[in-house]
């Protein structure tokens, strides 16, 4: 697993975490939002290393 992806997970995981904790989130359906959060993490990492390739 690269670097990025190990972040991108880590910054997922943390994000699932305090919604569960501020009750955004239940830890029953965690698996329904966790793809879509690691999606969201993963599309604005790419997003900013494209747009730092081209400056």
Same mark, same amino acid.
């Not at 305090?18 to 329904?32: A, D, L």
């Given at each position: 697993m690269e670097k990025? @992806? &190990?972040n991108v997970l880590q910054v997922a995981k943390e994000v699932v975490i &305090? #919604?569960? %904790?501020? =009750?955004? +989130?239940?830890?029953?359906? #965690? =698996? %329904?939002? #966790? =793809?879509? +959060?690691? @999606?969201a993490v993963r599309e604005t990492v790419e997003k900013y290393d494209e747009q730092e390739e081209q400056s």
């Open positions: 990025m @992806d &190990k &305090k #919604f569960i %904790e501020v =009750g955004r +989130i239940s830890p029953s359906n #965690f =698996g %329904e939002h #966790f =793809g879509l +959060i690691y @999606d």
